[in-house]
């Protein structure tokens, strides 16, 4: 059975921090893209980072500089680490795995206060 547990999401203040995991099981995680997608209240779900089986990394252009995203194919996690948070990235993070089918997990919200 495939699951993505995502955590770490909660409240901040504008330019504060948080950093996301998601934590992988039932999936041939080392050979997996994985990656982190957001949806915003009443927004489709964008994507925000992915990061292939190698480590390269790709980020969406209103993150770059501010998200990392990260893996640790031993412990078979994914994260996200967010800094200089806005309150346009209020709203929930997924985690997605990106080899085919793919596979989503329940998401964490996350809330940037002004």
């Known amino acids: 059975q495939v699951q993505l547990v995502e955590s770490g999401g909660g409240l901040v203040q504008a330019g504060g921090s948080l950093r996301l995991s998601c934590e992988a099981s039932?999936?041939?995680?080392?050979?997996?893209?994985m990656s982190w997608y957001h949806q915003a209240p009443g927004k489709q779900r964008e994507l925000v980072a992915s990061?292939?089986?190698?480590?390269?990394?790709n980020y969406a252009d209103s993150v770059k500089g501010r998200f990392t995203i990260s893996r640790d194919n031993a412990k078979k996690m994914v994260y996200l680490q967010m800094n200089s948070l806005k309150p346009e990235d209020t709203g929930v993070y997924y985690c997605?795995?990106?080899?085919?089918?793919?596979?989503w997990g329940q998401g964490t919200q996350v809330t940037v206060s002004s």
């Open positions: 039932g999936i041939s995680f080392s050979i997996n893209g």
């Open positions: 990061i292939s089986r190698f480590g390269s990394t």
């Open positions: 997605k795995s990106l080899m085919s089918p793919g596979y």
